[in-house]
């Protein structure tokens, strides 16, 4: 009798994905506050998480730092998806990393472009095919050209969407037109990754969103997404417009510092970040503070 082929299944990667803040106590990770946020926002209907992106401040924690917070979001999860986030420049070291990350069992990983260098699309090709080779997990790319200082052109990303591993793309390349190609070709999974463009971004077909505001005001940013998955667009526009002032507000100081801010004034953590970054200023907190009770009240 024939032997029975098996293949892997899809990942889906649709929905609400939150790029975890890193709670510190005096300079040290607080897992104990990083598991509760984890398990309250797994309880509020999110499909899962990024640990160790930009949100998280993955900058200024050592690999030790990095696979602590991963297993402490990893048994607080739930059993939901967990994506880690990676970053770099020296393609050997990087490289080896992922290798190690494949070990865990992860969701995929979440992987931009080498940061400084600013290589050309060849180089930028070489770089996540590398990855992705060395991967046994699937690849998530992280298109954001103001953090990286490269800009990956559409025909590179739809070449790179032919690797079996690359599955899908956080979106904050600010080029429309290249996000509705990215829709259109649908051999990559988009997740927009700047919060403001998160309706338009699912109403034109894409997935979902990697989103740090949706640790604040979850179960409307998961409502809003549920709403536009069923076509439910005028319910979903209703729910969304009270949300962009709150967005507006968190990004308007850099991130993560007014999320941990609105986060510190509800007791899950303390208003910590590890230099450089730096706390939201005083005005600002009072303003979250203040619309975020407007949004919670029936």
């Excluded at 990095?66 to 402490?72: H, K, V």
């Excluded at 309706?199 to 894409?206: H, I, L, N, P, R």
């Amino acid at each position: 009798m024939p032997q029975q082929q098996t293949t892997a299944p899809v990942p889906d990667f649709s929905g609400l994905w939150i790029p975890l803040v890193t709670p510190f106590r005096d300079g040290a990770v607080d897992h104990a506050a990083l598991a509760a946020l984890t398990r309250r926002l797994a309880a509020d209907g999110v499909a899962g998480f990024v640990v160790c992106g930009s949100t998280g401040e993955a900058a200024a924690l050592d690999e030790a730092e990095q696979l602590a917070s991963l297993d402490t979001v990893q048994a607080a999860a739930g059993g939901l998806p967990v994506v880690m986030g990676l970053s770099g420049y020296h393609l050997g070291k990087t490289t080896a990393w992922v290798r190690k990350l494949s070990e865990r069992p992860l969701a995929g990983l979440l992987v931009p472009a080498p940061h400084y260098i600013r290589p050309s699309q060849a180089g930028l090709l070489e770089w996540f095919r590398a990855i992705a080779d060395a991967s046994t997990v699937p690849v998530l790319i992280y298109d954001i050209p103001y953090r990286t200082g490269a800009t990956l052109s559409r025909e590179t990303l739809l070449a790179l969407a032919a690797h079996p591993r690359i599955q899908g793309i956080k979106d904050c390349g600010g080029d429309m037109a290249k996000t509705r190609a990215l829709i259109a070709d649908g051999r990559l999974q988009v997740l927009s990754g700047e919060d403001h463009q998160i309706f338009s971004t699912v109403a034109e077909g894409g997935v979902g969103a990697i989103a740090a505001s949706g640790h604040v005001q979850t179960k409307r940013f998961v409502q809003v997404l549920r709403l536009l998955a069923d076509n439910r667009v005028a319910e979903a526009r209703a729910e969304w417009q009270p949300l962009q002032p709150l967005i507006e507000m968190l990004f308007a100081e850099s991130n993560p510092g007014p999320v941990k801010a609105l986060l510190a004034h509800v007791g899950a953590m303390r208003d910590e970040l590890r230099s450089p970054m730096t706390r939201a200023s005083d005005g600002l907190r009072e303003r979250l503070v203040a619309l975020d009770a407007r949004l919670s009240r029936p």
